[in-house]
């Protein structure tokens, strides 16, 4: 029986559990055939089946599903892992059955940023996956270069193809490295961390939020290289030992991050005015606010801290 996540631009319908919001499954009605999911259709997209999560309950993030999640078998199902995701308008315009959807009601449309906190790796994959193919499939409609509206490939192929001039336009991901730079304090030789307060964390917030150096990988370099080139840039220091630790699909657009750490090597700090407010090393014991759990960022500050035995 298939199911299917239901969007809105980058949030997601979930239903409010015991243990917080969780992505609802919908029925999808019998006329949905496999031969309507894979013609192209503005607003429905086929997730890739390798990330449906046959590992949701094996313990991701030490999060434990509650009883109820997994002995539910309606037509709202959670645990039936689900291969399409659509937009709320398709949803409507072709008559699939939805709860009642209200700020104030059980169920209700919930920002991924906020649902990827609590969720299982494999589950908040999956609707990064959505949100990002979704985003392509509207972007899309038209070639880019002669412009004639397009169609989606035959056989089941991830591409929207020109019938005219036949150019294709494949889902793309833009890779972006984010490093952890360590050194000891030069004073008490406590293991200290760079962390550096980003314009787009913004100014409001108090405290402000402190992350790691991070930017884009450029036409014509490698990784490691993108990992000098932006540490100079924006902290305008030298660093050394650099080992890429692993990645995350991040859906804001659609990019992979590629998280590495590094140690310092040389260098005063000079920030980059237009990208920082404010960068430093801080010791351990001592740091500011960070990134919440769940993203990158925070996994590559908690691996350094957890080395040096401290729980964030």
Same mark, same amino acid.
């Given at each position: 029986?298939?199911?299917?996540?239901?969007?809105?631009?980058? &949030?997601?319908?979930?239903?409010?559990?015991?243990? /917080?919001?969780?992505?609802?499954?919908?029925?999808?009605?019998?006329?949905?055939?496999?031969?309507?999911?894979?013609?192209?259709?503005?607003?429905?997209?086929?997730?890739?089946?390798?990330?449906?999560?046959?590992?949701?309950?094996?313990?991701?993030?030490?999060?434990?599903?509650?009883?109820?999640?997994?002995?539910?078998?309606?037509?709202?199902?959670?645990?039936?892992?689900?291969? &399409?995701?659509? &937009?709320?308008?398709?949803?409507? =315009?072709?008559?699939? &059955?939805?709860?009642?959807?209200?700020?104030?009601?059980?169920?209700?449309?919930?920002?991924?940023?906020?649902?990827?906190?609590?969720?299982?790796?494999?589950?908040?994959?999956?609707?990064?996956?959505?949100?990002?193919?979704?985003?392509?499939?509207?972007?899309?409609?038209?070639?880019?270069?002669?412009?004639?509206?397009?169609?989606?490939?035959?056989?089941?192929?991830?591409?929207?193809?020109?019938?005219?001039?036949?150019?294709?336009?494949?889902?793309?991901?833009?890779?972006?490295?984010?490093?952890?730079?360590?050194?000891?304090?030069?004073?008490?030789?406590?293991?200290? %961390?760079?962390?550096?307060?980003?314009?787009?964390? /913004?100014?409001?917030?108090?405290?402000?939020?402190?992350?790691?150096? #991070? /930017?884009?990988?450029?036409?014509?370099?490698?990784?490691?290289?993108?990992?000098?080139?932006?540490? =100079?840039?924006?902290?305008?220091?030298?660093?050394?030992?650099?080992?890429?630790?692993?990645?995350?699909?991040?859906?804001?657009?659609?990019?992979?991050?590629? /998280?590495?750490?590094?140690?310092? #090597?040389?260098?005063?700090?000079? %920030?980059?005015?237009?990208?920082? #407010?404010? =960068?430093?090393?801080?010791?351990?014991?001592?740091?500011?606010?960070?990134?919440?759990?769940?993203?990158?960022?925070?996994?590559?500050?908690?691996?350094?801290?957890?080395?040096?035995?401290?729980?964030?």
């Amino acid at each position: 029986m298939a199911h299917a996540f239901i969007l809105s631009d980058d &949030t997601v319908l979930c239903r409010q559990m015991p243990d /917080g919001w969780w992505p609802l499954q919908i029925q999808l009605p019998q006329s949905s055939t496999e031969s309507d999911e894979q013609a192209y259709r503005l607003g429905r997209v086929t997730l890739h089946e390798s990330l449906s999560p046959n590992h949701w309950q094996s313990g991701d993030n030490n999060i434990s599903l509650s009883a109820d999640l997994i002995s539910h078998n309606t037509d709202q199902t959670f645990t039936a892992p689900s291969t &399409t995701a659509m &937009t709320y308008d398709y949803a409507v =315009a072709h008559d699939v &059955t939805l709860p009642i959807i209200a700020e104030s009601s059980t169920d209700t449309f919930v920002p991924y940023r906020q649902l990827m906190l609590h969720l299982p790796v494999a589950l908040s994959d999956q609707i990064s996956q959505a949100i990002q193919l979704l985003r392509w499939q509207a972007d899309t409609q038209f070639c880019s270069r002669c412009a004639s509206p397009t169609v989606h490939a035959d056989q089941g192929e991830r591409a929207m193809v020109c019938p005219v001039c036949q150019l294709r336009q494949y889902p793309r991901v833009q890779p972006c490295v984010i490093t952890a730079i360590t050194r000891p304090n030069p004073v008490s030789g406590e293991m200290q %961390i760079l962390l550096a307060h980003h314009h787009r964390h /913004g100014q409001q917030k108090l405290p402000p939020m402190y992350g790691l150096i #991070a /930017g884009f990988v450029e036409v014509g370099e490698s990784l490691e290289h993108a990992v000098v080139r932006e540490v =100079a840039e924006e902290v305008n220091i030298s660093v050394a030992d650099i080992r890429y630790v692993s990645s995350q699909p991040w859906p804001f657009p659609s990019n992979l991050m590629l /998280g590495f750490r590094a140690s310092y #090597a040389s260098g005063d700090i000079i %920030i980059q005015e237009d990208e920082l #407010a404010h =960068a430093d090393f801080f010791d351990l014991s001592n740091l500011p606010k960070i990134p919440p759990k769940g993203s990158i960022a925070r996994e590559l500050i908690d691996q350094i801290a957890k080395e040096q035995g401290i729980l964030l």
